[in-house]
């Protein structure tokens, strides 16, 4: 049974940064299409980067050039360093995984697996 775990979340000014870690449990990561995702209350969960299992990564227009993913097989991590943060950025963050997806690489139905969800805060 594959479980992730996040951590790193937590309350930044503007302009900060904070690096948010995700832990899969049950197999080895380096199997996985791996992902970030964010939802604020009352909307709907938004896909902000994604690895696939060779490495490829994709980011959402918003976070480009700020947020980075990357993966540590080694440690079965995945980690989204996130700089330059604004306050729209504020929202619970999720890891998701999924053995095999042909899917877009952002879209929430193609992941099977998912953390409990670490909440990220930027204050203006």
């Known amino acids: 049974q594959v479980q992730l775990v996040e951590s790193g979340g937590g309350s930044v000014q503007a302009g900060g940064s904070l690096r948010l870690s995700c832990v899969l449990s049950g197999n080895a990561l380096r199997y996985y299409y791996m992902a970030w995702f964010r939802q604020v209350p009352g909307k709907e969960r938004e896909g902000v980067a994604a690895i696939s299992n060779i490495g490829i990564t994709t980011y959402a227009d918003s976070v480009k050039g700020r947020f980075t993913i990357s993966k540590d097989n080694t440690k079965n991590t995945l980690i989204l360093q996130m700089d330059g943060l604004k306050a729209e950025d504020t929202a619970i963050y999720y890891c998701?995984?999924?053995?095999?997806?042909?899917?877009?690489?952002?879209?929430?139905?193609?992941?099977?697996?998912w953390g409990q969800g670490t909440q990220v805060t930027v204050s203006s």
């Open positions: 998701a995984a999924v053995f095999f997806t042909s899917g877009p690489p952002l879209s929430e139905s193609g992941y099977d697996y």
